[in-house]
């Protein structure tokens, strides 16, 4: 009888240990608004559809929740102290901009459009923003679909996953574009976010 | 002893069923008709169907990777970890004719989200229809380390849009007689 139990207790951590640590979780995606301010000339379109972008003025989404957002698990190397590294990182979520020039640059650099983006992020309920990410998209001619991962990172090296920078409960992204010649508008953009959920089965 | 026994057992089992392994799934795409378009027969089952060269593209019905299951990463040391969570299976034959005269079936992954159709291209294979399957791996969450932190990086989360759809074309020789396509991924049940 001991041994069956033996047997029993054994195959039930074993169970715990093969389990895979990240299955069942689902990618969702998200529509994100355009936020209105009449401060700026945003054509105040707060649906999920197209918008032009227009040079020099910047455009930012609406607030997108975190809360219930899944974390996968830090891959981390083996260079910090206690197994971790702050090289170690671990994408969250993603910002899917549609970006449509509908207009004809040139192919040389130069003179493409170049859009600025900037993820913002907030705690508590007065949205004070503080800047998580900052990049420049290169556009071309025509529709491209551009994907700005959000990522967590290990602050603390020889600590071990989870000891990340923190999700902020809030997130957005701001665009802005700017270009040395040709059209002052992008025709046609508009933004999604994509997250992991923890499956709710 | 007996009930405690059971008692383990039940519990190996709620266990073993919350971490259910994930289940690769199949399904099988239609083909979209093409009104105003010449697309042989419209079929809209998932048989083989032909694809002719150089002619109108033929599309599979809409389908989505949202809600879709991401297995466990397994990791090395740096960006190039990736996990794949779905594939897009093509299975093209030539039927006897010449695969080797340059006849080509080309597969492009196009991608959208939003209410207005908007797709773009986000990938492209081309494959000789000798009668065998192909498969176009799809992946997600590839983890990055410092030195590209803030970089866009287009393999994350690639290609999982919640409307996809793919097109399938013979760009070069003759009409490719057989062809048909799946979409396999993960089921978290």
């Not at chain 1, 355009?34 to 379109?45: A, D, K």
């Not at chain 2, 299975?91 to 005269?101: I, P």
Request: net charge positive; charged share 15%.
């Amino acid at each position: 009888m001991k041994k069956i139990l033996y047997l029993v207790a054994t195959a039930f951590v074993m169970a715990l240990c093969v389990a895979p640590s990240y299955a069942g979780t689902k990618i969702q995606t998200q529509s994100v608004n355009w936020l209105f301010n009449s401060n700026l000339t945003t054509n105040g379109t707060r649906f999920v559809v197209k918008k032009p972008i227009i040079v020099s003025a910047a455009d930012t989404t609406d607030w997108v929740t975190t809360t219930s957002w899944a974390v996968p698990d830090f891959p981390y190397n083996t260079s910090g102290a206690g197994g971790g590294s702050t090289n170690d990182s671990v994408s969250v979520a993603r910002f899917v901009v549609y970006v449509d020039t509908l207009a004809s640059y040139t192919t040389t650099a130069s003179v493409n459009p170049s859009i600025a983006y900037t993820i913002e992020g907030a705690h508590g309920s007065d949205n004070s923003a503080f800047t998580i990410a900052t990049g420049t998209l290169n556009g071309t001619d025509g529709a491209e679909m551009y994907s700005i991962p959000v990522y967590l990172q290990n602050l603390i090296a020889g600590e071990y996953p989870n000891d990340f920078s923190g999700l902020p409960s809030r997130i957005r992204i701001r665009l802005s574009f700017s270009v040395a010649s040709g059209p002052n508008t992008i025709s046609a953009c508009k933004v999604a976010a994509q997250y992991f959920k923890t499956d709710d089965k | 002893m007996k009930k405690i026994l059971f008692a383990l057992f039940a519990l190996l089992v709620a266990v073993g069923s919350a971490h259910a392994e994930l289940k690769p799934v199949t399904t099988g795409l239609r083909w979209q008709f093409v009104k105003n378009a010449v697309t042989n027969d419209g079929n809209l089952t998932v048989s083989k169907k032909p694809i002719v060269p150089d002619g109108p593209k033929d599309t599979t019905a809409t389908f989505s990777l949202d809600g879709i299951c991401v297995p466990a990463v397994s990791y090395n040391s740096g960006r190039t970890d990736s996990v794949s969570i779905a594939r897009v299976v093509v299975y093209a034959d030539s039927a006897g004719s010449d695969v080797f005269s340059g006849q080509t079936v080309n597969t492009n992954i196009f991608g959208a989200f939003g209410s207005d159709d908007s797709y773009v291209l986000v990938a492209s294979y081309n494959t000789r229809p000798t009668g065998r399957t192909f498969s176009i791996p799809i992946y997600a969450n590839v983890p990055v380390n410092s030195a590209s932190y803030y970089a866009p990086a287009a393999s994350d989360f690639n290609y999982t849009f919640p409307k996809m759809k793919i097109v399938i074309a013979s760009t070069n020789g003759s009409t490719v007689p057989s062809v048909r396509v799946a979409l396999q991924r993960f089921d978290c049940k």
